[in-house]
């Protein structure tokens, strides 16, 4: 089993569209975990890290459910701007960072 | 401006010819690591670095090698380069290691194994 499983997509939304995915991880241990964008074969940039409480940057939603290992990113309102490959990223086994092979998301005009 | 640089940025070479491919960073962090990105397996870690002349493997070293002997540079290096090796690659650096922190990518690498 993989150590961070996304649904790899995509994901073809129209503009102004609510859109989330989820991540689930294995290691019950993990402690940091973020959300990443990139675009089109370009490096990663961090997105948002994801707090236990939840938290919220603008359009965009982090959630972290501990009891059932799994995160969430909710987009709003979603922006043509938008698409991209969004990565979870999990502290691993060995406390460095494991990353989801991506959710590629299309937001349509 | 804080960045991380890479090079070469495309590189086609032969099986067998050794090569080394540049990081450096300005932002006087202590991590470091190198990543290779293939379709359908995301990012995977090759070697990492917590400070200088400490490294460790990451999830797939074979057929890599690194060095850390300044704090802003971690070259890789295959010694002896194989098609399987033909991938995109990052590195990436942070204040500190232990998977807290924010990670700031160079441009990547894609290498070409013949």
């Known amino acids: 089993r993989k150590e961070v499983e996304q649904d790899p997509g995509p994901f073809n939304v129209p503009e102004g569209a609510t859109v989330a995915f989820n991540c689930t991880y294995s290691?019950?241990?993990?402690?940091?975990f973020f959300w990443y964008r990139q675009d089109c074969r370009k490096e990663p940039k961090l997105l948002m890290s994801v707090y236990s409480s939840g938290n919220e940057d603008g359009r965009f939603t982090a959630q972290l459910n501990r009891a059932s290992q799994y995160i969430s990113l909710l987009i709003r309102d979603s922006k043509l701007s938008d698409s991209a490959t969004y990565l979870c990223v999990v502290t691993g086994s060995a406390r460095q960072l494991t990353f989801g092979s991506g959710t590629q998301l299309t937001v349509l005009p | 401006e804080a960045q991380v640089t890479q090079n070469p940025r495309y590189l086609i070479t032969v099986t067998g010819k050794k090569l080394t491919v540049t990081c450096s960073q300005n932002m006087n962090h202590e991590y470091m690591s190198w990543y290779r990105q293939d379709p359908g397996l995301g990012l995977r870690q090759i070697y990492y670095?917590?400070?200088?002349?400490?490294?460790d493997k990451g999830d797939v070293p074979e057929g890599y090698k690194v060095s850390r002997k300044e704090k802003r540079n971690f070259p890789l290096i295959l010694e002896s380069p194989s098609p399987n090796q033909t991938s995109l690659y990052f590195c990436a650096s942070s204040f500190t290691g232990g998977g807290y922190n924010e990670q700031f990518f160079g441009p990547g690498t894609r290498l070409t194994v013949l």
């Open positions: 290691n019950s241990a993990s402690q940091s």
């Open positions: 670095s917590m400070n200088v002349e400490v490294t």
